[in-house]
T-cell receptor, first 119, second 120 residues
Framework: GAVVSQHPSWVICKSGTSVKIECRSL??????MFWYRQFPKQSLMLMAT?????????EQGVEKDKFLINHASLTLSTLTVTSAHPEDSSFYIC???????????????FGPGTRLTVT | AQKITQTQPGMFVQEKEAVTLDCTYD???????LFWYKQPSSGEMIFLIY??????QNATEGRYSLNFQKARKSANLVISASQLGDSAMYFC?????????????????FGQGTTLQVKP
């Protein structure tokens, strides 16, 4: 199957600093990528839809200025957590789908996730 | 509104026995897909099985089968012959059909998840 990578796999940062998480599709081009957030023992919460060459679409309640998303190429989307606070500590997962897919059956390929701890 | 509901926060099953994980969904879209994912403690999301809303037969993938009852809007996952490695969190998810101009973004809507523990 297709491979999506994330970097870093885990990161610890100090409160007030910014941290960037990369999501790459390694063997396919992705016009759309999704960013999820997951707290321990809870479900995945969609944060935003990242569209190559255009602005991301954020879900209700997600702060656009705090979670900056840039989808600069067909293989890379980045999520930057700005001015991080301890409550931003979470597991962040991205997923991607190849372009040209339609219908409901196409699979989303998930990255391995990034565990962020803000101290 | 589109919603996925998993009512079993935790389940136990004896090794080698079968287990059913419940999932109900709500949508007004005529075309949609239903997915099950497994998430072990490592955090990776592992795709298990897919069922399309127009599929006449229940999906099967090895030890996994999906009991799709469209009228009841349920899509239960059945794992046969449970193994210790099946211990993980399981998520049911739904996606409406994503066609150009449909307005759907193709995003997945996840249920709350069920933690399955397989006992030796």
């Amino acid at each position: 199957g297709a491979v999506v990578s994330q970097h870093p796999s885990w990161v610890i940062c100090k409160s007030g600093t910014s941290v960037k998480i990369e999501c790459r599709s390694l063997d396919f081009q992705a016009t759309t990528m999704f960013w999820y957030r997951q707290f321990p023992k809870q479900s995945l919460m969609l944060m935003a839809t990242s569209n190559e060459g255009s602005k991301a679409t954020y879900e209700q309640g997600v702060e656009k200025d705090k979670f900056l998303i840039n989808h600069a190429s067909l293989t890379l989307s980045t999520l930057t957590v700005t001015s991080a606070h301890p409550e931003d500590s979470s597991f962040y997962i991205c997923s991607a789908s190849p372009p040209g897919t339609s219908g409901s059956s196409y699979e989303q390929y998930f990255g391995p996730g990034t565990r962020l701890t803000v101290t | 509104a589109q919603k996925i509901t998993q009512t079993q926060p935790g389940m136990f099953v004896q090794e080698k026995e079968a287990v059913t994980l419940d999932c109900t969904y709500d949508t007004s879209d005529p075309s949609y897909g239903l997915f099950w994912y497994k998430q072990p403690s490592s955090g990776e999301m592992i795709f298990l099985i897919y069922q399309g809303s127009y599929d006449q037969q229940n999906a099967t993938e090895g030890r996994y089968s999906l009991n799709f009852q469209k009228a009841r809007k349920s899509a239960n996952l059945v794992i046969s012959a449970s193994q210790l490695g099946d211990s993980a969190m399981y998520f049911c998810a739904m996606r409406p059909a994503h066609y150009r101009g449909s307005g759907n973004t193709g995003k997945l809507i996840f249920g709350q998840g069920t933690t399955l523990q397989v006992k030796p």
